[in-house]
């Protein structure tokens, strides 16, 4: 089981900037990937970012130019950093691992989520 524990959330003007974190319970050298979403009020949970354990990123539309996914191997942490701020970005942001695990037989994929940190834009 994978414990993850985001923070960093708030209440932020537009124009501001918020870095996230999510801390994880083993080695995320150890999780294929982990990636961080939003989901705002009555919307579904979309993916922005991911990172991969050799540090490969991968971003969504959304999160192009203003989002940056960045690890630390050493702090068993993710990060999202969120510049330019805008109304439209306040939501929960998640943060999720997915593993690979051999059970002997079949490769199976498993996911864990953080419980969320809110964002909050707003002047």
């Known amino acids: 089981q994978v414990q993850l524990v985001e923070s960093g959330g708030g209440l932020v003007q537009p124009g501001g900037s918020l870095r996230l974190s999510c801390a994880a319970s083993?080695?995320?050298?150890?999780?294929?990937?982990m990636g961080w979403y939003r989901q705002a009020p009555g919307k579904q949970r979309d993916l922005l970012a991911t990172?991969?354990?050799?540090?490969?990123?991968n971003y969504t539309d959304p999160a192009k130019g203003r989002f940056t996914i960045s690890k630390d191997n050493a702090k068993n942490t993710v990060y999202l950093e969120v510049n330019s701020l805008k109304p439209e970005d306040t939501a929960v942001y998640y943060c999720?691992?997915?593993?690979?695990?051999?059970?002997?037989?079949?490769?199976?994929?498993?996911?864990?989520w953080g419980q969320g940190t809110q964002v909050t834009v707003s002047s």
């Open positions: 083993i080695t995320i050298l150890k999780i294929n990937r």
């Open positions: 999720n691992a997915l593993l690979y695990v051999f059970d002997g037989y079949n490769v199976k994929s498993m996911e864990h």
């Open positions: 990172i991969s354990s050799g540090g490969d990123t």
